[in-house]
Nanobody
Framework: QEKLVESGGGLVQARDSLRLSCQTP????????MGWFRQSPGKEREFVAAISRSGPVTYNDESVKGRFIISKDNRKSVVYLQMNGLEPEETAVYYCAAAQPGTPSTVMSSYETWGSGTQVTVSS
């Protein structure tokens, strides 16, 4: 079974930065589109950012564009999410997921495989 493992979460103060990592099985990031989602307490899981297997990226423009950067290392098969200027309302569990190429990258149902998430807590 394919397994995605997120890391890098923690407790930070408002306006701090964090970099999340998602370790994937070998070559996964070259075969699949990869996405980051987040879920805050009492809210639905929402799309954050995605990177296609060929490299183009997509962001949730309304909430994170200009502050978050998604990237990947094909050799290490890792996907990163650099988060800058974090705010308390962005406290959430952040999930990494993999989707088949050609499916809508911002839609949760496109993603077939999910990690168990990493907690990010932003204090005010």
């Amino acid at each position: 079974q394919e397994k995605l493992v997120e890391s890098g979460g923690g407790l930070v103060q408002a306006r701090d930065s964090l970099r999340l990592s998602c370790q994937t099985p070998p070559k996964t990031v070259m075969w699949y589109n990869m996405g980051w989602f987040r879920q805050s307490p009492g809210k639905e899981r929402e799309f954050v950012a995605a990177i296609s297997r060929s490299g183009p990226v997509t962001y949730n423009d309304e909430s994170v564009k200009g502050r978050f950067i998604i990237s990947k290392d094909n050799r290490k098969s890792v996907v990163y999410l650099q988060m800058n200027g974090l705010e308390p309302e962005e406290t959430a569990v952040y999930y990494c997921a993999a989707a088949q190429p050609g499916t809508p990258s911002t839609v949760m149902s496109s993603y077939e495989t999910w990690g168990s998430g990493t907690q990010v807590t932003v204090s005010s």
